[in-house]
């Protein structure tokens, strides 16, 4: 049996038995990775409140038959504001949702590893809703997804662009519309979110742009994964 | 899977369903199924007929009972006025146990977790609401799980839905586990039990 140590994301968890719980990593440098907590349902339980969703944790793994098995948990980043705040959490269950459906185990991607970290500690810290908006964009990037948003995907036309459709691969005109609307200002936005300017847009955006950013984004997401994110329906359908 | 014979299929597809099963233990139990006498799957179908025939969930707090409300709400003893809110019916029986509470409880079946596509409709946040509004109740005490989804769910309740209500809402308190060793308690736990000290 090898002894490893990983720094990694808990996406989420699964109870498994009568107090055990296996518990879904998304670790540095191999990707994600499925192990289990045992006793961990336990209210004497040493790993506490360690392994929650969310929680950025430096984790000693034992490498198991079938899964792996966590044996000491350190924290690295915990995330209080989501504790109290539905909202915040809500938006962080996008982002790990996102990474789960986006991973692959034994795929490792540093880069999506310090994108998740990052977005969620910019999340606890300031709860800006245009976070998932940004983190979307950053995420299909890293996916190979970098959608056309200068002018129309069917007829080249780069005025009256009303909607989005990542299946047909960007933005459309009035007259070859599908997906939803899209105004003027979220287009702006989002081209700068691709370009990288986040900081720009978080700092600019009105409320109403910021809104419909969440939405277009949320809906970026489900064509991405062929299915509508369970996160984004409770985040956006019931808490707003 | 598909090669099974449609009765088997369906079985394991049921099976898979329930908590804390996967795939395989539901093959695993199918095929056990299959094997034992007529008289003990028989036993167990009824079971969980009985179960459903006999018992529902009382239409006040959504209890476990066998009538139409559960035996805690229909005690004239317990104090109207103090309502604990709680996730599962077991977690009545565990607050029980300690024969330290003497009001009436809410059970939510089920708390807010947007990774699991649970949001506050789809559980019994509105019929506690419309509980508060009803009944002269003075004190709400949250006792769902110290964990995430229960600590969510709790924050939820007391900012969102019984701050208009001007009542008082108390939370479960959160500390160090009795019995255990400082030096194991994570960060959380152990900042929550700093900020609740108590003089001694
Ligand atoms: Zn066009
Ligand atoms: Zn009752």
């Known amino acids: 049996m090898t002894l490893y140590r990983e720094d990694a994301v808990v996406l989420r968890s699964y109870k498994l038995g009568e107090a055990d719980r296996i518990i879904v990593l998304y670790t540095r440098t191999r990707g994600k990775t499925r192990a289990v907590a045992k006793g961990i349902r336990r209210t004497k339980s040493k790993f506490g409140a360690r392994l929650e969703p969310s929680t950025v944790v430096h984790a000693q793994l034992y490498e198991g038959r079938n899964l792996d098995i966590v044996t000491q948990v350190e924290t690295r980043q915990v995330h209080a504001s989501f504790r109290r705040d539905l909202m915040r959490y809500g938006r962080a269950a996008i982002l790990l949702e996102a990474v789960d459906l986006a991973s692959e185990e034994a795929e490792p991607s540093p ?11 910019e999340l606890d810290r300031a709860g800006n809703p245009l976070i998932v908006p940004a983190f979307v964009a950053k995420l299909l990037k890293l996916e190979g997804v970098q959608p056309m948003l200068e002018a129309c995907v069917e007829c080249s036309r780069s005025d009256g662009l009303v909607s989005l459709d990542l299946s047909r691969g960007g933005v459309l005109c009035d007259r070859c519309r599908s ?56 985040a956006y359908e019931h808490l707003s | 899977m598909t090669s099974y014979a449609k009765p088997v299929e369906v079985l394991i597809d049921e099976l898979g369903r ?45 209890n476990v009972s066998e009538g139409e409300e559960c035996t805690i709400c229909i005690d004239p003893r317990r104090n109207q006025a103090v309502l604990c809110v709680v996730e599962e019916p077991k977690d009545i029986s565990a607050i029980e146990k300690t024969g330290a509470y003497h009001g009436r409880y809410h059970v939510l079946l089920g708390v807010i977790n947007p990774l699991e596509g649970v949001g506050p409709d789809q559980i019994k946040i509105r019929e506690l609401a419309h509980r508060v509004a009803a009944e002269s109740i003075t004190e709400v005490i949250l006792c769902t799980n110290p964990n995430l989804e229960g600590e969510t769910t709790a924050a939820f309740i007391a900012n969102k839905i019984l701050k208009p209500f001007e009542i008082k809402v108390t939370r479960l308190a959160s500390g160090l586990p009795v019995g255990g060793d400082l030096e194991y308690a994570d960060e959380l736990t152990l900042g929550r039990a700093l900020e609740g000290r108590q003089t001694l």
């Open chain 2, 18 to 62: 329930l908590p804390g099963i996967g795939p395989k233990s539901a093959q695993r139990i199918a095929f056990h199924l299959l094997k034992v006498d007529r008289i003990d799957s028989d036993r167990l179908a009824n079971a969980i007929v009985d179960l459903k025939d006999k018992i529902s969930f009382c239409e006040r707090c959504f």
């Open chain 1, 179 to 234: 997906g939803g609307f899209m105004s003027a200002g979220a287009r702006v936005a989002m081209q700068h979110v691709f370009e990288g300017h986040v900081r720009h847009v978080l700092d600019t955006t009105e409320n109403s742009v910021a809104e419909e950013l969440q939405s277009l984004s949320s809906i970026m997401l489900d064509q991405h994964f062929e299915r509508r994110l369970r996160s984004s329906r409770v």
């Open chain 1, 111 to 121: 880069a999506l590893f310090k994108l998740l970290t990052g977005a969620l500690r």
